[in-house]
Structures are given as C-alpha cells and as structure tokens.
C-alpha cells in the first residue's frame, strides 16, 4: 500500500568480508502484513544477481540500470502503458490548489514511461458515499482535473474502487463522464434529471449498479482478489449475472503476496484465473498497483506493473474509452516491465493441438517460459527452461 523510500539500505566491510542488505522499520505505529515472505515450512529463496565492473561505481551502476530500462517502462510500437488502481486523492488538492497545479505523482510517472493511468480517487477522500450535490459536484471536479492534467503524452482516466452492493472491493470504470450516487437518497429514483450534470443514478442494489454499467458502457473488474477487502470474492459471487457478463472483464493482478519459495509472481490472482478457465468464464487479469500518494522521493518501479495496450496513439481525454476497448478485448499483457512480450499467437495446429508463439524482449536471464492450459476440470503446464539465456 505504501511506496515511501525509507532508505535503510545497509553495508560494511570488515578484514576483507563485504555485508550489505536491506532492512525494514520496525514501528508499531504501522500495520505490517507479511506481503514479502515464503510459508511456514518451505525454502524462501532471495535471489540476486550481481554486476562486478572495475570502473568507477558510477559506471558499474549505469550497467545495472540496463537491466531495469532505466528503472522506466520501455516504448514498444503499436503499444502504450496503462497503469490502474491509483488512490492519489488527487481530486480535492485539485479543488483546493487549481486544476493548473500540477500534482507530484505526473513528472514520476510520465519519466517511468506510462502513457496512461486509471486512477480511483473517493477512497479514503471526498465524499463518496454522499448523496446530495457534494458527490456530483465532486465527480464533475474530477473529470475536470483529469481534463486539465492530460496532453498529447499523458491521459488520466476516471476510476472509482466503488466496493458497493456487487461484492468484495471492485473497481468500475465508464468510457465517458457518468454521474451516479452509490444509494438511493431519500424519496429519489433510479434515474432523475439533474439541471446541471443531466442523467444522474442513484443505485440501490447489485441489480441496479449492474444496469446502470450495461446501460453506460462501463466496465468493472475485482480489484486484489482473495485478499484484503476482497477474501472471499469472487468466489463467493461466480453465480451472478454482472461476474459472468462481459463487461465484468476479471480480476486484479499483482505480485503480493511475493511468495519468495515460488519461481512465479503473483500466484495468487494466477490461481485464480485457472479455476475460472476451467469453468469455463473468460475472464482476464489487469495489472493493478493499488498504492497512494507518491512522489520522486518514493520507489516505485521496482514494485510497479503496467499494462501494454494495442494502440497505435493515445486518445485525447474525451476519448479515453479508446484505451478500454482493446483492454476488454484481451488485447495487452502485463509486465513488470523486464519482460515484455509484443507478440504472442495461439494457432490450431489440428484438432488436439495448439501450437503458442511468442516474441519476447527481456534484460535479466529468464528462468523458465511457461504454457498453461486447462481441460476443464485440471490445469495442466507445459515448461521450457530458459536458464541459459
């Protein structure tokens, strides 16, 4: 949840043994999780690769970089970066501060090489649970701050954890600005006029969230499933109509908990996705930061993932609907930006066979690469080792 630099990186030397490492605050003011860990019983493994340069540490260091870009991710033709799952509060210092001021996470995030973010302000900020003109006033705020701080290089999407009546917490994104109150206000409709903002929804039910999504085009994805807020989802609600409709595109992917005895990231939402497959619902993994405010005293990249979207350009911000079209239509991978994969075929190669083909770019030696297919009831994997790139 948190990305703040505290700068405990430790080392010594001494009668010819060198030491260093890094070592986390102990403060019981924080509420600590074990995030970075291996289960009880079995091998943690804490790999790392080290560059030996006799130049100066300068040099050796712009070495390493080369295999993190950069500590940026890389431009790829016919792609661009999507980020989701931002609570940066940006809405209100925008209210307070002016729209032309410009917030402290922009200059991080565009030299990171992110094209685009969908940021979730209203968690924690604002009002989102209000249901008078306060809410409305503050979604047509955030439309506007985001309008403001978007150019030719850099788009701001409008998202909201929402974490109402569907189950869990889930995130829920329109292609174009909708004004909507998370309950029915007193004596209030479904649907009423508003003088101001038009259409406006006041949603009392999963029922009602569910139509006002298929109504505006919007689309809604489990934002960490089986953890945190949402343990136990969506599990607990694959019967539904909105889980099984296409415009629930899945569920959240990020490498917590980094499981360190596993060779993989992110087993967790992986699992996940392989029990769904083999019920047969199509569904997909976004990758998801879900951190707060940050600036370029922070680290980030080395926590980060992005999505890689088929575009060849970025939509202005009336048009951020572009980004979420090839979005719900799988067309992107995600990446914690070391491997990138811009092409990858499934063909039939005869009635029981599928041949996968990949072109992939990557800067560390890889371990393995990885087929996983499911027959409807097991999932089965097919491992190439790659230990000798």
Do not use: C
């Not at 998370?182 to 259409?199: C, D, E, I, L, W």
């Not at 350009?313 to 009336?318: C, I």
């Not at 979420?324 to 811009?342: I, M, N, R, S």
């Amino acid at each position: 949840d948190f990305t703040s630099n505290l700068g405990y990186v430790w080392h010594r030397a001494w009668r010819g043994r060198a030491a260093l490492g890094i070592r986390q605050l102990r403060d019981e003011n924080w509420q600590f999780y074990p995030w970075v860990n291996a289960p009880p019983g079995r091998p943690q493994r804490m790999s790392a690769f080290f560059v030996l340069a006799t130049d100066s540490p300068e040099t050796a260091l712009a070495h390493v970089l080369r295999f993190t870009n950069g500590d940026r991710f890389r431009a790829l033709d016919g792609y661009k970066t999507l980020s989701t799952h931002w609570h940066l509060a940006y809405t209100v210092q925008a209210m307070a501060n002016g729209f032309e001021w410009m917030p402290p996470f922009k200059p991080v995030l565009k030299a990171m090489g992110v094209d685009a973010s969908m940021i979730m302000d209203f968690h924690g900020d604002g009002h989102p649970n209000d249901l008078t003109d306060l809410r409305l006033d503050e979604l047509h705020a955030y439309f506007g701050a985001l309008r403001a701080q978007s150019d030719a290089d850099f788009l701001l999407i409008p998202a909201e954890e929402a974490n109402v009546h569907l189950g869990g917490h889930w995130a829920l994104v329109f292609p174009k600005p909708v004004y909507w109150f998370m309950n029915r206000p007193q004596n209030g409709a479904f649907v009423s006029p508003h003088p101001k903002y038009g259409t406006v929804y006041s949603v009392a039910d999963a029922k009602e969230m569910f139509e006002v999504v298929r109504r505006e085009g919007g689309y809604m994805y489990q934002t960490h499933p089986r953890t945190k807020g949402s343990t136990g989802f969506p599990d607990r609600i694959l019967a539904t109509d909105h889980f099984r409709d296409a415009s629930y595109l899945g569920a959240g992917w990020k490498a917590m908990p980094a499981d360190l005895s596993s060779p993989r990231l992110g087993d967790r939402a992986f699992d996940l996705l392989d029990e769904l497959s083999n019920q047969g619902l199509r569904k997909r993994l976004l990758g998801e930061v879900d951190v707060f405010q940050f600036d370029h005293t922070h680290e980030l990249y080395a926590h980060m993932n992005v999505n890689y979207v088929k575009l060849d350009r970025l939509p202005s911000f009336e048009r951020w609907g572009d980004v979420l079209a090839p979005l719900a239509k799988g067309e992107f991978f995600t990446t914690t930006g070391e491997v990138l994969l811009p092409d990858v075929t499934l063909a039939s190669s005869s009635a029981t066979e599928i041949v996968a083909r990949a072109r992939v770019l990557w800067t560390f030696p890889l371990r393995f690469a990885e087929v996983v297919w499911g027959d409807g009831q097991n999932t089965h994997r097919e491992i190439i080792e790659l230990a000798d790139t």
